[in-house]
């Protein structure tokens, strides 16, 4: 045994910490092997992809991984899959890579709150579904919708179900100068819904969202595009509100492409929004506000009496009728 005036730094025991005394690599590998793949559903920290490599393989689930963080993954994100992509039950594959979205439909709890919340993510068009009838149609929460489709590069397509209790002409009509396109369905005594072929059109090649109020039928128009959905409907309470039978957003593949189920809403906060950007997503009007002082809320007078749109109208390069229809909407954004 080595004496004390012998002793130097390296004969001291030195315990490791409880993570160890190695540091931890920051270098992460770079998945050059990853597969693509689309999610199309989120449950509880497990997002179900459908691989883009063969339509025919079954949805592979997956895991975030861990140096993705808290990054947000939802329904309709273009991801990177590495691990078991078989598709097998009790098997886990992780999501290394998210990519860049093209749109993103965006919606607050209320106007007031500053939290996002993403609904889906790189859709082609939003299907704002609305009833003619049981529940009447609410024109502000369409409105908000249109706005949401548009601040997020959606198209919107307006689509009125149960035509068959009501004419659904004069609630159509208030969207006709915002150029909307417009599909109308109803109740047929046997067989599919009327206007369903228009509707059929309408997603066909495309991944597209539906939004709307419980009780619209939203979930009858799935089920009945894509039967193998099996969504549950539910009726009508005496009240006039719907009860929810849709609780989280769902992606099913339709005529190359796919329809997107979203969860009844009663509110479409637009926290995140502003009137530029409703402007901005009409390519007829978005040159003109650059000459609108600033702040300006593009409502017209006496709120903004030097709003640059109403010197389209008077110099006749602009509608009155679809100026109006526009400033409807900016209420709508306004008023939450």
Same mark, same amino acid.
Not at 13 to 38: E, N, Y
Not at 163 to 178: G, K, M
Not at 281 to 305: E, T
């Given at each position: !045994?080595?004496?004390? $005036?012998?002793?130097?730094?390296?004969?001291?025991?030195?315990?490791? *910490?409880?993570? &160890?005394?190695?540091?931890?690599?920051?270098?992460?590998?770079?998945?050059? /092997?990853?597969?693509? #793949? !689309?999610?199309?559903?989120?449950?509880?920290?497990?997002?179900?992809?459908?691989?883009?490599?063969?339509?025919?393989?079954?949805?592979?689930?997956? !895991?975030?991984?861990?140096?993705?963080?808290?990054?947000?993954?939802?329904?309709?994100?273009?991801?990177?899959? +590495?691990?078991?992509?078989? *598709?097998?039950?009790?098997?886990?594959?992780?999501?290394?890579?998210?990519?860049?979205?093209?749109?993103?439909?965006?919606?607050?709890?209320?106007?007031?709150?500053?939290?996002?919340? =993403?609904? =889906?993510?790189? #859709?082609?068009?939003?299907?704002?579904?609305?009833?003619?009838? /049981?529940?009447?149609?609410?024109?502000?929460? @369409?409105?908000?919708?249109?706005?949401?489709?548009? #601040?997020?590069?959606?198209?919107? @397509?307006?689509?009125?179900?149960?035509?068959?209790?009501?004419?659904?002409?004069?609630?159509?009509?208030?969207?006709?100068?915002?150029? =909307?396109?417009?599909?109308?369905? &109803?109740?047929?005594?046997?067989?599919?819904?009327?206007?369903?072929?228009?509707?059929?059109?309408?997603?066909?090649?495309?991944?597209?969202?539906? +939004?709307?109020?419980?009780? =619209?039928?939203?979930?009858?128009?799935?089920?009945?595009?894509?039967?193998?959905? $099996?969504?549950?409907? *539910?009726? +009508?309470?005496?009240? &006039?509100?719907?009860?929810?039978?849709?609780?989280?957003?769902?992606?099913?593949?339709?005529? $190359?492409?796919?329809?997107?189920?979203?969860?009844?809403?009663?509110?479409?906060?637009?926290?995140?929004?502003?009137? $530029? /950007?409703?402007?901005?997503?009409? *390519? /007829?009007?978005?040159?003109?506000?650059?000459?609108?002082?600033?702040?300006?809320?593009?409502?017209?007078?006496?709120?903004?009496?030097?709003? #640059?749109?109403?010197?389209?109208?008077?110099?006749?390069?602009?509608?009155?009728?679809?100026?109006?229809?526009?400033?409807?909407?900016? @209420?709508?954004?306004?008023?939450?």
């Amino acid at each position: !045994m080595p004496s004390h $005036d012998r002793l130097d730094e390296s004969d001291v025991r030195v315990r490791p *910490g409880r993570r &160890g005394s190695r540091p931890r690599s920051k270098r992460r590998p770079a998945h050059a /092997d990853a597969s693509r #793949a !689309m999610v199309t559903a989120v449950d509880r920290g497990r997002w179900t992809c459908a691989p883009d490599s063969d339509p025919e393989r079954p949805p592979v689930v997956a !895991m975030r991984a861990r140096e993705l963080g808290r990054t947000p993954v939802v329904v309709g994100d273009r991801v990177d899959l +590495v691990g078991d992509l078989s *598709g097998e039950p009790d098997t886990l594959a992780r999501i290394v890579r998210v990519a860049d979205r093209d749109t993103v439909l965006r919606r607050t709890a209320d106007d007031n709150d500053p939290y996002e919340r =993403v609904v =889906v993510a790189n #859709a082609q068009r939003l299907i704002v579904v609305t009833a003619v009838a /049981d529940p009447p149609p609410r024109t502000g929460f @369409v409105d908000r919708c249109l706005v949401a489709a548009y #601040a997020g590069g959606l198209e919107p @397509v307006l689509c009125l179900t149960k035509s068959d209790l009501t004419d659904p002409e004069p609630f159509a009509a208030q969207y006709r100068e915002l150029g =909307v396109p417009l599909v109308v369905t &109803g109740r047929s005594a046997d067989g599919p819904p009327a206007g369903l072929e228009d509707l059929r059109s309408a997603l066909t090649g495309r991944l597209c969202a539906l +939004v709307g109020h419980s009780g =619209v039928g939203k979930s009858t128009l799935v089920n009945a595009i894509v039967p193998a959905a $099996d969504q549950a409907t *539910g009726r +009508v309470s005496g009240v &006039g509100k719907g009860r929810h039978t849709t609780t989280a957003a769902l992606a099913f593949p339709h005529a $190359d492409g796919w329809v997107v189920d979203t969860p009844g809403i009663r509110s479409f906060g637009l926290a995140h929004v502003g009137p $530029d /950007d409703v402007v901005a997503a009409f *390519g /007829d009007l978005a040159a003109a506000i650059d000459d609108c002082p600033r702040g300006c809320g593009h409502l017209g007078p006496p709120a903004d009496p030097e709003c #640059a749109l109403d010197d389209l109208v008077a110099a006749g390069s602009l509608g009155g009728g679809r100026l109006e229809a526009l400033r409807r909407i900016l @209420v709508a954004l306004n008023q939450g």
